[in-house]
């Protein structure tokens, strides 16, 4: 399901400034059929890196994770995200992965899907645990909202990297903490 991706392009490395967790943010580009895809990879400290995901054309709506495309090409679009988990990943062995499987917001007729155990998330789940297992990674779960972490099981402490990463996107995120 997940075997098909598409050709992806690096397009540009942002520097964090003034930021306590944040190192840079690498974004990447594809095609699909119909539209062009922004990933941006957030790098973190703990060689914990988020991947985020959305159309080009809406880069600049507050909702541009949670719309949907209508091009029936998720698992395509998801294993491409893959595919740059696995270029980092060969890179640095350490890195760990982590994402939200943001909610469905359909602004043009009100409907809001709830944050917890979204749709875009059980499918990301999915695909991590077919194409990972838990071998190379430890995967931990927040199913009230929606977000993942794989940790690399090359790092000698993962409880460590769990607790850190967790007080870290509670300090940057602190909703994650209600």
Avoid at 40 to 56: G, M, P
Wanted: net charge positive; charged share 25%; with cysteine.
């Amino acid at each position: 399901m997940f075997d098909c991706y598409y050709r992806f392009n690096k397009v540009g490395v942002d520097k964090a400034h003034n930021k306590t967790y944040l190192k840079e943010i690498v974004t990447y580009s594809f095609k699909s059929n119909h539209n062009y895809y922004l990933v941006e990879v957030e790098v973190y400290r703990y060689n914990v890196f988020i991947i985020k995901y959305f159309l080009k054309k809406h880069k600049h709506s507050s909702l541009k994770y949670n719309i949907l495309t209508n091009e029936n090409r998720c698992s395509k679009v998801v294993s491409t995200c893959i595919r740059i988990m696995l270029q980092i990943h060969d890179k640095n062995p350490l890195a760990s992965y982590g994402f939200l499987g943001a909610n469905t917001v359909k602004s043009e007729t009100g409907y809001s899907e709830p944050k917890r155990i979204t749709k875009r998330f059980l499918v990301y789940r999915r695909a991590m645990y077919a194409l990972f297992g838990t071998e190379t990674f430890t995967h931990f779960m927040d199913l009230e909202h929606s977000a993942y972490l794989m940790i690399s099981n090359q790092d000698d402490s993962v409880d460590n990297i769990k607790e850190k990463a967790k007080m870290m996107f509670e300090d940057i995120f602190p909703e994650l903490a209600e």
